[in-house]
């Protein structure tokens, strides 16, 4: 079997990593060769810990003899990488967001699609085994049609004006703001469970003083199938989730956090809810194993830029919507 190799587009502490497990748990089918990263002393730790070739240059690194590229960049530069990694011919592993502009999105579609390489985004509650197991229940039918779905959020991070500085709060320019940085995960959690969204009206909440920012962030939707969505996303100092959906044969309530996890499953006529085991903690292989899967047997995956452009349309209008105080069709392009 042909050993895969592969660069990484920023070498932060997700591009360590992503290193770590593909040169370590991985290596008969993959291995990191090489790193780009903006800043020296990371740089430095890709070329003498890991044992890398480095670069400051992504355009170098492309160039490079690699099968495929990760890039695990700050937002803002995602779109110019995955189109500079397309164009080269390499498989790109994209984390989310995918872009800032859904000008950028499509720009990132057309190259991706253009060279034929496969083309994974890093949602990663597409890979835990909870999320899995509730799409499982939709998909069976066992929940009948969705009348409503509702997932809460909050990071553990805490407020700038508590103190903490958390880089997507602070540098809304690189990030996209909380939600396209953060609540972008939430959306693509509703997408990925009922289908496209319609329309939005959200609110938003920051304590950072003079800025265009986003710390609380809340939501509503109409799906495209006319059921109802909530989304809420906090980088407040509490670590939590909720998750609710009611259907016409059954609901469903997965809360807590990680090991006190619960999800209680409940059919419509029956006296007490069944609870169904439920882990919520990331698989440490995560999309990486998707993504690796699929370039080696040279296939599409549905976790696809492509299919990505949707969440980043919901958040862009979400934003929108909290600018300006008013319901916001969803660009369905």
């Known amino acids: 079997m042909a050993i895969f190799k592969g660069g990484v587009i920023g070498f932060g502490n997700i591009g360590q990593k992503l290193t770590e497990y593909i040169n370590q748990d991985k290596q008969d089918q993959a291995r990191i060769v090489a790193a780009c990263n903006r800043g020296k002393p990371n740089l430095e730790l890709a070329r003498d810990k ?7 240059h992504p355009q170098e ?18 779109a110019d990488q995955v189109v500079m990694t397309a164009e080269a011919g390499k498989h790109v592993f994209v984390e989310k967001p995918i872009a800032l502009t859904l ?12 060279a034929g390489v496969v083309n994974v985004v890093n949602y990663s509650m597409r890979y835990i085994d909870a999320y899995l197991k509730i799409r499982e229940l939709i998909q069976s039918g066992e929940i009948g049609d969705i009348l409503s779905i509702c997932h809460f959020k909050t990071r553990a991070f805490g407020l700038y004006g508590a103190g903490a500085r958390h880089r997507a709060v602070v540098e809304p320019e690189e990030s996209g703001g909380w939600t396209v940085h953060h609540a972008c995960h939430d959306i693509d959690f509703l997408y990925w469970l009922n289908g496209p969204i319609a329309k939005t009206f959200a609110t938003t909440q920051t304590t950072v003083p003079h800025k265009d920012s986003e710390e609380v962030v809340l939501g509503n939707f109409i799906f495209e199938n006319s059921s109802m969505g909530v989304v809420g996303d906090s980088v407040c100092c509490i670590r939590n989730h ?3 959906i009611i ?32 882990v919520d903690t990331k698989r440490r292989g995560g999309g990486i194993d998707h993504f690796l899967e699929c370039v080696q047997k040279g296939e599409q995956s549905p976790n696809s830029v492509r299919d990505s452009r949707h969440s980043l349309a919901v958040a862009l209008a979400m934003q929108e919507s909290a600018r300006t105080g008013k319901v916001i069709s969803v660009d369905g392009s």
């Open 242 to 244: 909720y998750t609710q």
């Open 247 to 278: 259907g016409t044969k059954a609901s469903l309530v997965l809360s807590g956090e990680h090991e006190e996890t619960v999800l209680r499953f409940h059919r419509e006529g029956e006296q007490k809810p069944q609870i169904i085991p439920a």
């Open 103 to 114: 000008a950028d999105a499509d720009r990132m579609i057309e190259a991706v699609e253009a």
């Open 61 to 78: 690194l492309v160039k490079m003899d690699l099968d495929f590229v990760l890039v695990v960049s700050t937002s803002h530069v995602h």
């Open 50 to 56: 890991y044992g890398l070739a480095v670069t400051h």
